[in-house]
């Protein structure tokens, strides 16, 4: 085999394998395409071999570990960032072994690559009046207000991811006669499409901002400040101001870390504290797995573990409870 190969080989795993075969999401195509442009040039600043020159030995299980340890020990990537890597690379090396067989043995050993046991971080939630404090730090005499809120609302209604929320066009909204009917069409991971039905209270402050805010039903649901789409890092920023404003008179927000994951994880605890069984759940934040909804089951029993053990027994206090140009800019163009 040719060392030029492996370009050919990149560009059909991209192109073919990812995009046209799995038909992934293109958050999935940027973050194989950050991890494929570090490792290039990684392998050709220690190994002196630039991307026209690499094969498939550049793929094997030495070279992937000293990549990881170059992640943890030089640029201090934490577990979650350094596991991202080997699952692309694994995702390729499996490419490999099906394109060229022999070299099995070689990328068997790379698929053995093993990830790193990321830490379990405590889940953040909302209370009722941290949510009812967020919402009042919005200024619905503006523009901006006025979106902020909107959003604040399809997140606690909806739980959807930020990739889903900045996603929503005008024309994924289903709203009928009198705001009856109405439910968010929202394409999640995997490209997979599922209906959340909305409180009235929402349906009707929807209903009424995309009166006021009339765009095409191709055009994104929230727009920044310049009239393009908001983007997830727009999320983050405002959920910020937001949180640094509801913060004066709800001191308890500035001790936690809002995220719209914090929606996300705050509605599947409201709606399993009201009795929505676990399946149901699932499908309303677009699970795969049952098994992924199943941490908010061991998170509502350690909230009440904690509950029981601040108040303890009857009479105790506690209980105890310069990389080649053609590859290169292959990947930039994704």
């Known amino acids: 085999m040719k060392n030029n190969d492996i370009q050919t080989l990149i560009q059909k795993y991209f192109l073919q394998r990812l995009m046209s075969q799995r038909n992934v999401s293109p958050e999935t195509i940027k973050s194989y395409r950050d991890t494929f442009r570090l490792y290039l040039r990684h392998i050709e600043t220690r190994c002196g071999v630039p991307p026209a020159k690499m094969s498939i030995v550049h793929f094997d299980a030495d070279h992937i570990l000293g990549f990881l340890a170059y992640l943890d020990k030089e640029r201090g990537n934490c577990s979650k960032n350094i596991n991202n890597p080997p699952s692309a690379l694994h995702s390729f090396a499996k490419y490999l072994i099906f394109e060229l067989p022999e070299y099995s043995g070689l990328l068997s050993r790379s698929l053995k690559v093993p990830f790193r046991k990321d830490e379990k971080r405590q889940m953040e939630f909302l209370t009722e009046d941290e949510f009812s404090a967020l919402k009042s730090a919005c200024n619905t005499d503006t523009a901006l207000g006025r979106r902020d809120l909107l959003m604040l609302l399809l997140l606690y ?178």
């Not at 995309?210 to 908001?230: H, I, P, Q, V």
């Not at 914090?262 to 069984?277: E, I, K, N, P, V």
């Open 157 to 334: 209604n909806t739980g959807v991811r930020v990739s889903e929320l900045v996603g929503l066009r005008m024309g994924d909204i289903h709203i009928g006669s009198q705001h009856t009917a109405v439910y968010v069409r929202i394409l999640g991971k995997g490209r997979k499409e599922r209906h959340v039905p909305l409180w009235k209270s929402t349906a009707k402050y929807l209903a009424d901002y995309m009166r006021d805010y009339a765009r095409g039903e191709d055009c994104s649901l929230f727009a920044n400040c310049t009239d393009g789409d908001l983007t997830r890092s727009g999320v983050h920023y405002r959920l910020g101001r937001l949180q640094e404003e509801a913060s004066k008179t709800t001191p308890s927000l500035a001790k936690k870390n809002i995220t719209p994951h914090s929606f996300r994880h705050t509605t599947a605890m409201r709606m399993l504290q009201s009795g929505a069984d676990i399946s149901t759940i699932a499908i309303w934040l677009g699970h795969e797995s049952i098994i992924t909804t199943h941490k908010y089951m061991e998170a509502d029993l350690e909230m009440k573990r904690q509950t029981l053990e601040k108040m303890g027994n009857p009479g105790d206090s506690v209980c105890h409870f310069t990389p080649d140009d053609s590859i290169m800019a292959f990947l930039d163009s994704l």
